[in-house]
């Protein structure tokens, strides 16, 4: 039976990371911290929020939700991604947070309210986008298993990228659909940029710049020796078509004869 190893930063990193978001969300609820470090858009204070907000969760429901995919995503990159996933994760992370903080704020237009966007779903979204886009854009086989399982198991966040108005549901200003419309793309940008980078499709020996294929060739002209009952040139075909019309020809002039011949006794009877 083959072995699947685990790498050690994929049982660390996510066990840290969970870890982190609940200790904040412990020293939040006992300490009643009120105040928002989360992203505020276009405010200079909430720019605090790009490094902050994923750590900070609304209330116990929420960090529930979060943590479960937050640990199996991780688990995933740093599984099969190894050394990149670092890069992914901290990149993802700073910049989807700067275009949730670039974005207009919606939620103020609308209620004179400001925004401000908390949670880890977005370092989420970024994690699918990447696993499910680098394992297509791969096509290594193992990628691409985990690319459907992203699909299998968190496929339907999707439709979280975007407001509920667009589907005629009353919005829910608490979840921050800009949260994860910028994770998303983020995860889909960062897979097209490290696409070469790290596991890759192993190419067939034949596929290769360096395959040399003289020995293929000196195979395939002992193989037509060996078996050459199976093999016709082109002159031998020729020779063996106009055979077959001169055979054919002949029967028919010969049939003719007979024919012919048989008349003519009718005849003198």
Known sequence: MKKFPVHKEAIIVPVLLTSAIWLVFIVQTFMGIGECYGIVPLSFKGLRGIILAPLFHGNLQHIINNTVPLFVLTFLSFQFYEKLSYFV?????IISGLVVWMLPDFTFMNSSILSCHIGASGIIYVLA?????SGVLRKEKNLMAISLIVVFLYGGIVWGMFPKEIFGLPEDNRISW????SGGITGLILALMLRKIGRQREKAHWEKKEYDASADEELWERYKKEY???F??????AEDEAKEVEKNINYIYEYKDKGESSS??????
């Open 178 to 181: 800009e949260s994860h419309l």
């Open 228 to 230: 050459s009952e199976y």
């Open 232 to 237: 016709h040139d082109e002159k031998n075909n």
């Open 264 to 269: 003519e006794k009718k005849d003198d009877l």
């Open 89 to 93: 994760l901290v990149n993802g992370w």
């Open 129 to 133: 986008f990447f696993l499910f886009f």
